[in-house]
T-cell receptor, first 113, second 113 residues
Framework: NAGVTQTPKFQVLKTGQSMTLQCAQD?????MYWYRQDPGMGLRLIYY???????DKGEVPNGYNVSRLNKREFSLRLESAAPSQTSVYFC????????????FGPGTRLTVL | GENVEQHPSTLSVQEGDSAVIKCTYS??????FPWYKQELGKRPQLIID?????GEKKDQRIAVTLNKTAKHFSLHITETQPEDSAVYFC????????????FGTGTRLQVFP
């Protein structure tokens, strides 16, 4: 079991460029999440997907879009990157609301110049 | 919406001493309170959690207590060891949306030998 995997590990973008962060899980989890982690700010939820075919906004959704491609995969897209989106991005998954424990991926360190 | 405050932001203890980290939450509908540990450069991992129908939970050297009236919960680590050095995050989710975890800003714990 690979658990939760993310690609890429590192990325540098210029302001205005677009990119998609990929996340996949092999634990047959129903729920998937995208967080960003900034120094002194903890983990903030960007978007989540409670089940295949559904997505919902979290605390900081502006500037991002997501796609729940199938049960395994949940991608995060930055359409026009801004320096304020420089952060470490974590994907996570869980069985669902009754089980709660979230399993995190290794993270993607994104720098926007 | 829910707000979770965490204190202190940094904590230094001598090996063998106890460490206590405190969190307060604002939403009286919160019913699930996990604690995650994040070692330097690694992903967050769940170490212990508590639900609102329980006042205390222990797992070896770590324990969590919950005071629903005061809306605060605490992580207690006894007999600290250097490998306990990490950033610890508390979080809370509401009974109305258990998928949506709101995290505190984190506590950096350093255990000196």
């Amino acid at each position: 079991n690979a658990g939760v995997t993310q690609t890429p590990k590192f990325q540098v973008l210029k302001t205005g460029q677009s990119m998609t962060l990929q996340c996949a899980q092999d634990m047959n989890h129903n729920s998937m999440y995208w967080y960003r982690q900034d120094p002194g700010m903890g983990l903030r939820l960007i978007y989540y997907s409670a089940s295949e075919g559904t997505t919902d906004k979290g605390e900081v959704p502006n500037g991002y879009n997501v796609s729940r491609l199938n049960k395994r995969e949940f991608s995060l897209r930055l359409e026009s990157a801004a320096p304020s989106q420089t952060s470490v991005y974590f994907c996570a998954s869980s069985y669902g609301p009754s089980y709660n424990e979230q399993f995190f991926g290794p993270g993607t360190r994104l720098t926007v110049l | 919406g829910e707000n979770v405050e965490q204190h202190p932001s940094t904590l230094s203890v001598q090996e063998g001493d106890s460490a206590v980290i405190k969190c307060t939450y604002s939403d009286s509908a919160s019913n699930y309170f996990p604690w995650y540990k994040q070692e330097l450069g690694k992903r967050p991992q769940l170490i212990i959690d508590i639900r609102s129908n329980v006042g205390e939970k222990k797992d070896q050297r770590i324990a969590v207590t919950l005071n629903k009236t005061a809306k605060h919960f605490s992580l207690h680590i006894t007999e600290t060891q250097p490998e306990d050095s990490a950033v610890y995050f508390c979080a809370a989710s509401s009974i109305y949306n258990t998928d949506k975890l709101i995290f505190g800003t984190g506590t950096r714990l350093q255990v000196f030998p």
